[in-house]
RNA sequence: GGGCGUAUAGCUCAGCAGGUUAGAGCGCGAUCCUGAUAAGAUCGAGGUCGGUGGUUCGAGUCCACCUACGCCCA
């Protein structure tokens, strides 16, 4: 016996236990544990200082079900474990906010120890939450995590920077980086796009500087332009002082006009938007080559970078830069390399010259002007201010532009040029290119093109961040900076230090504590700098194993990975810190295959955030419908490369219509065979029907379809697959066939069902597993587990199921599909007629568009007549005269043939009428070539290339679609009426059983009564009586009132009303 | 400003070597079927396939430009 099977099941709670039987039995580690052939899965490590949500629930279940299912292919599967990522800013600005800091000197202040101690302590500060999380998603890892802040992590990312050290990939050099002056470092592109805004008031000053001369050789212009104002335009009067140059665009024109006394220069197409109309007049043209060479008077005098020296002739001249453009502005660049434009300066041999400090306050240089000191922003009305009382100011006002801001801490930031390490990434673009190509991604499109799209446009990777919690940079210096050694190893370290530093935490301050005496360089001390944290994640494949310190063979075989998912914003983080370390190191992709998935937005499609409140928990969803069918939802609604809109009726719809149509499948399943007390495997002869072939054929198929699609990691298409299997089996399979289970006989045809539907629901189960891993596992263990000691215990230490060639059947699959749509046509047609299904009809025309379509319903005609509920059905062809016939071209094939013609060709044929029409159909249909006038061309059609259609003969409700046409005789004789009429009664019968509680097999004493239709009754019941007493179950049937004990009901009859009364017999 | 993606029914989404009447599910209304079903079937209302132009005998599908949104970059 099989255990019965509830049918108002509630997910959730089945999933606890179930969840608790996996606990009891071991199963995840035997999982873990299972399979031969590695299959390497790289683990994305989140950070456990925020909680779990939904987004983290849609990458773990696409990740968790390629595992599960290469799992049941007798995979191992390499990296299957947790991995935690716990460096970096935000994790430092969590405690900073905790601790009320506002800035580095705050936490200088406080100690780097405590406050390392703190971050480190933080980062856990959800574990218990992501640990229940990840149980109930059955998302299965091994706890054996590895953590990116752990000494043996850090030893192995030690030893990457040691290779790049070595090939000289490590570099340092001014670089401008978005710098935040409270937070004091630079931000990665990541964070700054965070805090970005485009709706930023600024000023919008423009600036007149006063030409002095020129240099040597001299400009087109020569000394013309002694006098005149070359005018900039800037939204950052700060960096003004900053200023080295001006930039002008080389082919462009430029204008000198004369504005209330003065000379101006600026590019012509721009000056009417900056001055006034006719409050100039132009004096002279130039291009823009004319003027390179120019000097001018500087606003002020900038400073030098620490210990650079100036050479001040190079300075306050006028270039000629593509950076330029003229679509607002001036046409001329004002150029501060310090704060933006430091490549347009190396270009040109330009210095770096600084107004503000790292700390975005105005450098005390500047204090006769009174600004120093202030912070950058607030200095900006002073400068105008200055600019003005010099006469130097033509014109200032504010302007609404993009600007952007620390993501965290809200100060504006300012792109600053510092000294800074980077890794020479730009060196290994081409490979970077190459080896993306290796990579199968999903969706296709981000190999070429976002990604790939990134990879053309590499730029150095900044690696160094002025922080505290993070991986420390190993480079140690003198304190001139002219001996500079990398470590790659714990072991090193000890050899230049002479002592063990086994129990030393690696983490700032204790790391800069190892400083050591070189004998000729002087005291070797650690350079402050700590890695950006995507380094951390991006080494994972490397240092989650402790690579090459320990378990050489592990990373020898899991690198590179065969499997990683995430969502798409990580194309710019770990997806390409993974690939660059890996070219970098080992001129290899680090993935094979990598599942990109879209962002779950809300259901107005905005994204989920905590400020708009519009977040969805997981938890809420899942104790209202199960991780089943929140998994479920994820799989099949959208491609997963989509961004989703989610809501909880989403969740609930899938569950209704896959979970519960299987759950109701299996429910049947057990209902009936624990009645005739079926066993798989009971040694009985089946005896197959076409539609049991057809079931398996289908089922065969799907194992087919959904394998293929997996091999491709196409989660959707394998999902979507199964849910129309599931679909057909319920709403075809078991509905056609239910009287085969439920009738007393147990012959070799209730074998045949029982085997097959038991077939179909093991499989199912099995290929269902790694989307939905419990209720796989409940049906699993009460069909095969818990019947059959040698199977697994558990479907996912099943095996994958396997096709069976000789069950496939695309033949039979596509005449049941060919019967299907018959099938709904004639449906179609009923309804257009008014005829319900309950009476019976005479007959019904079919014709199809093809011989074979029509040979597919022909084969199933039996269960077309029992399906339509029609006595005959009668096939249509050309010869017959009851229909109008009408040709088109089958355009697909017609069109390329013909071109042109197609108008032509497709009104000829539709001219055909009549025995014209009917002869070319005949001719059509006996394969032959159609000969016709076209546009006056004598034109031959191959049979295939003409479509048939027929109008619906007079008399006839009729239904079409897809070339196929179902027309029903809609006349009623008396005898059709009186069998529709016992048809009636038994369903009014079977339903007042049912609304009276009555068990299936309880007999009942039946009472029928009709006043108005008397005669229907009587004529009904001479002819039916006994058919409707069997089907009902009644051992006596009266006509005439019920008495006041029975239950009782009154329905349509005929033109009138029928009531049925009914009273359990007592046998 | 640039790149990539998305835009199809009230909602969530399919569709595409360019081809005949643009689909599914949900929701709504109606009818039907049903002794597993919270199910199913049929019909109906609901579509300028984001917009404009182009290529073509023919464009939701290809091309160009534009708009909105998302992500990424500057």
């Excluded at 010099?390 to 504006?412: A, D, N, Q």
């Excluded at 198929?701 to 979507?720: C, G, M, P, R, S």
């Excluded at 000829?908 to 005949?922: C, E, P, W």
Aim: aromatic content about 10%.
């Amino acid at each position: 016996m099989f255990k019965s099977v509830d049918p108002n099941v509630k997910f959730p709670q089945l999933e606890e236990e179930v969840l608790a039987w996996w606990d009891a039995n071991n199963i995840v580690a035997k999982a873990l544990a299972s399979g031969e052939k590695p299959f390497v899965f790289y683990e994305g490590p989140p950070t456990a200082n925020g909680r779990p949500g939904l987004h983290h629930t849609i990458s773990r279940s696409f990740k968790d079900v390629i595992l599960r299912y290469r799992s049941m292919q007798g995979y191992r599967i390499i990296g299957r474990r947790e991995g935690w990522d716990t460096h970096g800013l935000p994790v430092e600005i969590e405690i900073e906010k905790k601790l009320g800091f506002s800035g580095k000197p705050d936490i200088e202040r406080f100690g780097i120890a405590e406050f390392n101690r703190l971050c480190r302590e933080s980062v856990w500060e959800y574990i218990q939450e992501w640990k229940a999380f990840t149980k109930r998603i059955a998302f299965w890892l091994s706890e054996d995590a590895y953590i990116t802040y752990e000494n043996d992590y850090i030893e192995s990312t030690w030893w990457i920077f040691r290779q790049l050290w070595d090939r000289g990939l490590l570099f340092r050099d001014y670089k401008v980086t978005m710098h935040c002056p409270r937070c004091g470092t630079s931000l990665s592109d990541h964070e700054v796009s965070l805090g970005a805004r485009d709706d930023v008031d600024d000023p919008s000053v423009y600036v007149k500087f006063r030409v002095t001369g020129f240099t040597t050789p001299p400009p087109a212009v020569d000394g013309t332009l002694n006098g005149a104002f070359l005018v900039a335009w800037t939204t950052t009067p700060w960096t003004l002082p900053a200023n080295v140059a001006l930039a002008v665009k080389h082919d462009a024109e430029y204008v000198e006009v004369e504005h209330q006394g003065e000379r101006l220069v600026m590019a012509a197409a721009l000056a009417q938007s900056v001055l006034p109309a006719d409050s100039f007049t132009v004096l002279r043209h130039f291009r823009g080559n004319d003027l390179v060479g120019l000097r001018y008077e500087p606003l002020f005098r900038g400073v030098p970078g620490d210990g650079d020296t100036v050479d001040w002739e190079t300075t306050y001249r006028v270039i000629a830069d593509e950076i330029v453009s003229l679509d607002d502005g001036t046409g001329i660049v004002h150029i501060a390399p310090a704060y933006g434009d430091l490549e347009v300066g190396r270009k040109h041999g330009l210095p770096t010259l600084f107004s503000v400090g790292l700390d975005g306050k105005v450098l005390p240089q500047f204090s006769e002007l009174g600004f120093a000191g202030k912070f950058f922003k607030e200095a900006d009305p002073d400068i105008t201010r200055n600019l003005k009382a010099r006469g130097l100011l033509l014109r200032s006002g504010r302007v609404r532009h993009y600007y952007p801001f620390c993501w965290r801490c809200g100060t504006p930031l300012l792109y600053y040029a510092k000294r800074s390490w980077y890794i020479r990434t730009t060196a290994f673009k081409a490979d970077l290119v190459a080896n993306n190509q290796q990579i199968h991604w999903v969706p296709e499109h981000i190999r070429d093109g976002r990604f790939g799209n990134w990879l053309e446009n590499n730029i150095d990777w900044a690696i160094s961040r002025e922080r505290y919690w993070g991986t420390p940079i190993p480079i140690w210096t003198n304190a001139d900076g002219s001996h500079m050694v990398c470590i790659g190893s714990l072991a090193e370290l000890e050899a230049k230090v002479g002592r063990s530093l086994r129990d030393l935490d690696l983490h700032r301050p204790y790391i800069d504590e190892v400083v050591w005496e070189d004998p000729q360089h002087g005291l070797m001390r650690r350079i402050p700098d700590v890695a950006d944290c995507w380094f951390d994640s991006g080494s994972m494949p490397v240092a989650q194993w402790h690579y090459p310190f320990e378990h050489r063979e592990i990373f020898e075989m899991a690198h590179p990975a065969d499997y990683i998912c995430e969502a798409v914003d990580q194309t710019r983080g770990w997806f390409y810190t993974l690939h660059a370390v890996s070219t970098l190191l080992f001129d290899r992709p680090a993935f094979k295959n990598v599942i990109c998935l879209g962002h779950i937005l809300d259901e107005h499609g905005i994204k989920m955030s905590k400020s708009k409140g519009n977040v969805i928990e997981p938890e809420e969803v899942i104790s209202a419908y199960g991780v089943d069918a929140l998994r479920w939802y994820l799989f099949t609604a959208a491609p997963p490369g989509n961004a989703r809109r989610f809501s909880m009726a989403l969740v609930s719809e899938s569950m209704r219509k896959f979970l519960l149509t299987l759950w109701n499948t299996y429910a049947f399943f057990v209902t009936y065979a624990n009645l005739d007390q079926w066993q798989p495997n009971n040694g009985r002869t089946a005896e197959l029907q076409p539609i049991d072939r057809w079931a398996l054929a289908a089922l065969n198929q799907l194992v087919q379809q959904v394998t293929a699609a997996f091999e491709d990691y196409d989660v959707y298409t394998a999902a979507n697959a199964i849910e129309h299997f599931v679909d057909e089996l319920s709403n075809w399979y078991v509905r056609r066939n239910r009287r085969r289970f439920w009738k007393s006989e147990g012959d070799a045809d209730k074998e045949a069902a029982y085997q097959t539907l038991y077939t179909c629901l093991v499989t199912v189960a099995k290929l269902a597993a790694p989307f939905t891993p419990f209720v796989s596992e409940v049906m699993y263990r009460n069909l095969v587990a818990e019947r059959d000691p040698s199977a697994p215990e558990s479907v996912h230490l099943a095996r994958w199921p396997q096709v069976d060639q000789t069950l496939l059947d695309p033949q039979l699959v596509a005449d049941t599909e060919a019967l299907l749509t018959a099938v709904s046509l004639g449906r179609a047609a009923r309804k257009q007629a008014n005829l319900k299904v309950r009476q019976p009809l005479s007959e019904l025309w079919l014709r199809a568009s093809t011989t074979s379509v029509l040979n597919g319903v022909r084969r199933f005609e039996a269960e077309l007549r029992d399906e339509l509920n029609v006595k005959a059905v009668r096939y249509l062809d050309a010869s017959s005269t009851v229909v109008e016939y009408r040709l088109k071209p089958n355009l697909r094939l017609v069109g390329k043939k013909f071109g042109k013609l197609v108008p032509a060709l497709t009104a000829a044929l539709r001219d055909l009428s009549g025995a014209a029409a009917r002869a070319a159909a005949q001719a059509v249909e006996a394969g032959q070539p159609l000969r016709l006038p076209v546009d006056g061309q004598d034109v031959e059609l191959l049979p295939d290339e003409v479509l048939v259609e027929s109008s619906a003969p007079e008399g006839y409700a009729v239904a079409e679609a897809d070339g196929m046409l179902v027309a029903l005789n809609t006349t009623v004789t008396e005898e059709l009426r009186l069998e529709g009429a016992a048809r009636d009664l038994v369903r009014y019968v079977q339903d007042a059983r049912k609304s009276a509680g009555l068990a299936i097999s309880d007999r009942i004493h039946l009472f029928l009564n009709s006043a108005d239709e008397t005669g229907l009754l009587t004529a009904t019941l001479a002819r039916y009586r006994d058919y409707i007493s069997s089907e009902t179950l009644s051992v006596e049937l009266t006509v005439g009132n019920p008495p006041a004990d029975a239950y009782t009901e009154t329905d349509e009859f005929g033109d009138g009303m029928v009531t049925v009364g009914i009273v359990k017999a007592t046998v």
